[in-house]
């Protein structure tokens, strides 16, 4: 994991950074948006920052930084605050792939969304054709718990959903290179 990642509220001011990789077809290829226009870059920062003032906040929206340069972006949703249930999701600028910037992302909102939130059970979905983001999920230490068919329309058609979890009592520390 690359260790110079940290996360930061996202403001309304990142939206060229994050529109350079959520106009790309490749970075949203397995999503049910994208690529992005400015105006919808725009309209998801805004919708970020109007979030931290509703109450109780469930939505967490955070910019990634690697060495100072927002490379991605995630996010923590709170989906039931009755039952402690939050997803997680994140999205990396394809020239650093590889790198460790979707671990490091997703180990930060887990913690996050244990520590700072409570939540009990955190889960992760994503298309059965990204492996990178399925290994990402596993080096988290997160469960496979099997496939949901046809939860997505996207692009080329219907999209199963890989989901993945994690309860808080599994999460004890942040995962290495190899993982946890």
């Known amino acids: 994991m690359n260790t110079s990642v940290t996360l930061r509220e996202l403001v309304v001011g990142d939206c060229p950074a994050v529109h350079a990789f959520a106009s790309l077809p490749e970075a949203c290829r397995y999503q049910a948006w994208g690529p992005n226009t400015a105006e919808q870059t725009r309209d ?3 919708g970020a920052v109007a979030a931290r003032s509703q109450s109780p906040r469930t939505r967490f929206v955070y910019a990634a930084c690697l060495d ?3 490379v991605g972006i995630g996010e923590l949703k709170v989906r ?4 402690r249930q939050g997803e997680i999701s994140y ?3 394809p020239r650093v792939w ?3 910037v979707g671990t490091a992302i997703g180990a930060e909102l887990l913690d996050r969304g244990f520590t700072l939130t409570g939540l009990h059970r955190i889960y992760a ?3 059965p054709r990204n492996v990178a983001s399925a290994r990402v999920l596993g080096r988290l230490g997160m469960t496979h718990e099997g496939r949901h068919r046809h939860t997505t ?3 080329d058609g219907w999209r199963d959903s ?3 979890s994690i309860l808080d009592q599994e999460w004890t520390h942040r995962p290495g290179p190899e993982g946890p």
């Open 153 to 155: 329309r996207i692009r």
């Open 80 to 83: 039931s605050l009755t039952h």
């Open 44 to 46: 998801f920062a805004q």
């Open 98 to 100: 590889g790198r460790g």
């Open 68 to 70: 100072g340069e927002l």
């Open 125 to 127: 979905t994503c298309d």
């Open 91 to 93: 999205l990396v600028h």
């Open 162 to 164: 890989e989901v993945f």
